[in-house]
């Protein structure tokens, strides 16, 4: 095994407290890894092409790039690398959503984006094709499976028929890669072309459980609520820094097995982050992820640790707050309704103390949350609960920051 | 000692025709009760092997251990890991002790 590349992409300066100086040190001393760069602005055309050509003379094998989040740009360095580098040795570890933007200070953000980094090198090191490469579905190791077919009944996609011997096997065209199949097996034999529980311990071996705050390791369904956590970070949201998140197809995809490693690693609390009940895209992932944490806590309780180390959040997307109204401010001269774009004002006759008075009341299932009612409205009556004031400047304020 | 399959948790594997309990037993004691639901064929015979234990993908098994060494307040559970498996064992004081063993799955 050789050839371990790290790329260090700044953006174009959107990462003003991250020590790249310090990165850069701390890896080159590891002897496995043989080149480490910092290259700005990869997304652009010329400078892509440019690392097509390096990358071909320079004998990396396996590369990782610590850019922003790999849901933005993943597909564009497959593609643009493609001819070059087999793409199941790329890995992109998100440094700019996740570690500069959710975390201020400045050695943390550091620190967190260098572990970001391990933690992808470890998941390309370990990357392997156990027979799944040439076929983009899951692949179930035949050898060791004994046709509980868990499998089978779980798939949201019912994608797994029994082949003429009785084992599982995948169809390519049905099979959504959502990982499902993965979290329920018991005896750990499935595996996806990019997801496999042996590179995802690895990842939670490089974290460093040993700091005095309390580690919390994530997982992050990748669709949704990695999304839409990667969008809170531009918006300005801020965490702690003792977060680690694990980007995974869907939070079904999360076998019990790599939950125990991460509390055996040393892990103080493991929470899955998927959708809302009934908005997974699978439609049982989050059910299934839930009655399996809810045995863990259960076992947990009998190993004498406390169940509510692990638990289940859900991260909703894109969901905006609608509009919300202050009875007593409004003074009913529904100049909002003759604005409001999806006519979700209507006026209400509100009785109080035998004295009537028209109000502008909302239908929330028609309000979009544009807020053009709430810039119109000359009491200031409402009000999006989403974008206050306080929101707006605090994004002005980060602007500034740069 | 018998394992006693805790019922709210045991769903008997999807009620396939054999669960992971019964593939696993050395001793061919555990089956498909009438509820759809694992049970211990025979407690006289159990060993304290714990494969079943280990096997159960819900955790739904636990074993007692016998009177000799630690009886009943007792309990030894392992969390298993991909590769490796955690042991907690409290002793019939409340003591609680943790050990890790690595299995070679890899």
């Given at each position: 095994m050789s050839g371990f590349g790290v790329l260090l992409c700044r953006c174009n300066g959107q990462m003003p407290n991250i020590d790249f100086e310090r990165i850069v040190s701390v890896l080159s001393k590891d002897k496995k890894i043989s080149s480490v760069e910092i290259m700005d602005r990869l997304c652009l055309d010329p400078v892509m092409e440019e690392l097509a050509s390096q990358l071909k003379a320079s004998g990396v094998e396996r590369l990782v790039v610590a850019a922003c989040s790999p849901l933005f740009n993943k597909k564009l360095f497959i593609g643009n690398l493609a001819p070059v580098f087999n793409p199941h040795f790329i890995e992109i570890a998100n440094i700019r959503e996740q570690c500069s933007w959710l975390v201020t200070d400045h050695k943390e953000a550091t620190e967190k984006a260098l572990e970001s980094i391990k933690m992808s090198l470890a998941k390309v090191r370990k990357?392997?094709?156990?027979?799944n490469w040439d076929r983009n579905c899951a692949f179930v190791l035949k050898n060791k499976c004994d046709k509980c077919k868990r499998c089978v009944t779980e798939c949201p996609n019912q994608a797994i028929v029994l082949d003429s011997e009785g084992f599982p096997e995948p169809q390519e065209g049905k099979?959504?890669?959502?990982g499902i199949c993965l979290g329920g097996c018991p005896l750990k034999i499935i595996s996806l072309p990019d997801f496999r529980l042996e590179e995802i311990s690895a990842m939670l071996e490089q974290i460093d459980y040993s700091v005095r705050e309390p580690v919390v390791v994530s997982f992050m369904c990748e669709r949704h609520a990695y999304l839409e956590l990667d969008t809170l970070a531009a918006k300005g949201y801020r965490t702690k820094a003792n977060l680690r998140t694990i980007p995974v197809p869907c939070t079904g995809a999360v076998n019990t097995s790599i939950i125990n490693d991460a509390i055996t690693f040393g892990a103080d609390g493991v929470v899955l982050v998927g959708c809302n009940a009934s908005q997974c895209k699978h439609r049982q992932g989050d059910i299934l992820a839930k009655a399996r944490l809810t045995n863990l806590q259960d076992t947990l309780q009998r190993m004498m640790l406390e169940p509510e180390r692990i638990a289940y959040l859900s991260l909703s997307e894109n969901y905006t707050e609608k509009c919300q109204l202050d009875i007593e401010k409004c003074s009913g001269c529904m100049v909002c309704s003759t604005v409001c774009p999806f006519g979700a004002i209507e006026a209400q006759t509100l009785e109080h103390n035998g004295e009537k008075r028209l109000i502008a009341a909302r239908v929330p299932q028609a309000c979009r949350g544009c807020g053009i009612c709430a810039g119109y409205c000359h009491s200031a009556a409402c009000w999006l609960p989403d974008s206050q004031d306080q929101e707006i400047l605090g994004l002005i304020d980060r602007a500034m920051e740069w | 000692m018998p394992p006693k399959v805790i019922l709210e948790k045991c769903d008997g594997c999807k009620a396939e025709h054999e669960p992971l309990c019964e593939q696993v037993c050395p001793g061919n004691l555990m089956t498909l009760g009438e509820n759809k639901k694992a049970k211990c064929r025979d407690s006289r015979d159990c060993w304290d092997c714990m494969s079943c234990t280990m096997a159960c993908p819900q955790g739904a098994i636990e074993t007692r251990l016998p009177y000799q060494l630690g009886y009943y307040p007792a309990r030894l559970t392992p969390l298993m890991g991909t590769n490796q498996i955690t042991w907690t064992c409290v002793d019939i004081n409340g003591k609680v002790e943790r050990f890790v063993i690595k299995n070679r799955n890899d």
């Amino acid at each position: 095994m050789s050839g371990f590349g790290v790329l260090l992409c700044r953006c174009n300066g959107q990462m003003p407290n991250i020590d790249f100086e310090r990165i850069v040190s701390v890896l080159s001393k590891d002897k496995k890894i043989s080149s480490v760069e910092i290259m700005d602005r990869l997304c652009l055309d010329p400078v892509m092409e440019e690392l097509a050509s390096q990358l071909k003379a320079s004998g990396v094998e396996r590369l990782v790039v610590a850019a922003c989040s790999p849901l933005f740009n993943k597909k564009l360095f497959i593609g643009n690398l493609a001819p070059v580098f087999n793409p199941h040795f790329i890995e992109i570890a998100n440094i700019r959503e996740q570690c500069s933007w959710l975390v201020t200070d400045h050695k943390e953000a550091t620190e967190k984006a260098l572990e970001s980094i391990k933690m992808s090198l470890a998941k390309v090191r370990k990357s392997k094709n156990v027979g799944n490469w040439d076929r983009n579905c899951a692949f179930v190791l035949k050898n060791k499976c004994d046709k509980c077919k868990r499998c089978v009944t779980e798939c949201p996609n019912q994608a797994i028929v029994l082949d003429s011997e009785g084992f599982p096997e995948p169809q390519e065209g049905k099979c959504q890669l959502c990982g499902i199949c993965l979290g329920g097996c018991p005896l750990k034999i499935i595996s996806l072309p990019d997801f496999r529980l042996e590179e995802i311990s690895a990842m939670l071996e490089q974290i460093d459980y040993s700091v005095r705050e309390p580690v919390v390791v994530s997982f992050m369904c990748e669709r949704h609520a990695y999304l839409e956590l990667d969008t809170l970070a531009a918006k300005g949201y801020r965490t702690k820094a003792n977060l680690r998140t694990i980007p995974v197809p869907c939070t079904g995809a999360v076998n019990t097995s790599i939950i125990n490693d991460a509390i055996t690693f040393g892990a103080d609390g493991v929470v899955l982050v998927g959708c809302n009940a009934s908005q997974c895209k699978h439609r049982q992932g989050d059910i299934l992820a839930k009655a399996r944490l809810t045995n863990l806590q259960d076992t947990l309780q009998r190993m004498m640790l406390e169940p509510e180390r692990i638990a289940y959040l859900s991260l909703s997307e894109n969901y905006t707050e609608k509009c919300q109204l202050d009875i007593e401010k409004c003074s009913g001269c529904m100049v909002c309704s003759t604005v409001c774009p999806f006519g979700a004002i209507e006026a209400q006759t509100l009785e109080h103390n035998g004295e009537k008075r028209l109000i502008a009341a909302r239908v929330p299932q028609a309000c979009r949350g544009c807020g053009i009612c709430a810039g119109y409205c000359h009491s200031a009556a409402c009000w999006l609960p989403d974008s206050q004031d306080q929101e707006i400047l605090g994004l002005i304020d980060r602007a500034m920051e740069w | 000692m018998p394992p006693k399959v805790i019922l709210e948790k045991c769903d008997g594997c999807k009620a396939e025709h054999e669960p992971l309990c019964e593939q696993v037993c050395p001793g061919n004691l555990m089956t498909l009760g009438e509820n759809k639901k694992a049970k211990c064929r025979d407690s006289r015979d159990c060993w304290d092997c714990m494969s079943c234990t280990m096997a159960c993908p819900q955790g739904a098994i636990e074993t007692r251990l016998p009177y000799q060494l630690g009886y009943y307040p007792a309990r030894l559970t392992p969390l298993m890991g991909t590769n490796q498996i955690t042991w907690t064992c409290v002793d019939i004081n409340g003591k609680v002790e943790r050990f890790v063993i690595k299995n070679r799955n890899d």
